[in-house]
């Protein structure tokens, strides 16, 4: 069965380090989104991405956060300066369709841990 | 008002025992409705979506009433495997965003 894969797993960090998330999504879905769970809370939704560029934003995702799809097959989230409170899950996902019509994958995340 | 509302639970219920969760949403313009599974520290998984005239699959019933905001989601005869916490998800029009409710803890005993 197609999943969409998540490295690393678990990354460690100094505050003000930059951080690379990378998701490999499933391969013939066009949409790509990131979204977060701070321990205990709910998943919020980061950014979309569909097309090779950003379709929607939230407001967590400010100036500190840029995306990228380097290649056919990568999807990549970068936190250029990490901040404490960017400690959490990072969840990427990927869709055939927009989220309001299709069902959307989820990997199994990469915990980020700021000290 | 939150933009979707759970009861946290916990719900413990014995195995066999039917079990229902609510859920309410903020945005009357909100056109697409899902519950989602959430193990323990793992991914979201989409457990079903909900239409207006409501679904079924196996032993899980949804529900969608738009005048009252408000979705359901049933399950009958729990398992010890439908222990997770579950998910009430709104997308709204002309949107990618999913907005996704706190979650309800089931956990279900022998």
């Known amino acids: 069965e197609p999943e969409v894969t998540q490295t690393p797993s678990h990354q460690v960090t100094q505050m003000g380090q930059e951080v690379i998330l990378r998701c490999v999504p499933i391969s013939n879905h066009l949409y790509f989104y990131w979204y977060r769970q701070i321990l205990g809370q709910k998943v919020e939704f980061l950014v979309s991405f569909y097309n090779n560029e950003i379709s929607e934003k939230s407001e967590i995702f400010d100036d500190q956060f840029s995306v990228e799809r380097p290649d056919g097959s990568n999807f990549t989230l970068k936190i250029r300066s990490t901040k404490l409170e960017d400690s959490a899950m990072y969840f990427c996902a990927s869709s055939e369709d927009r989220t309001g019509s299709g069902e959307l994958f989820f990997g199994e995340g990469s915990r980020l841990t700021v000290l | 008002r939150k933009e979707v509302e759970q009861d946290p639970g916990p719900f413990n219920v014995p195995e066999g025992a039917t079990v229902a969760f609510n859920c309410t949403y903020s945005?009357?313009?909100?056109?697409?409705f899902f519950w989602y599974r959430q193990d323990c520290r793992k991914e979201p998984k989409l457990l079903m979506s909900?239409?207006?005239s409501g679904n079924e699959d196996g032993r899980f019933t949804a529900q969608l009433n738009r005048a009252s905001q408000y979705i359901s989601l049933l399950i009958r005869d729990s398992k010890l495997s439908d222990s997770a916490t579950y998910l009430c998800v709104v997308n709204g029009p002309n949107t990618d965003k999913l907005i996704f409710g706190t979650g309800t803890r089931l956990q279900v005993f022998p």
């Open positions: 909900v239409y207006s």
């Open positions: 945005n009357s313009a909100s056109q697409s």
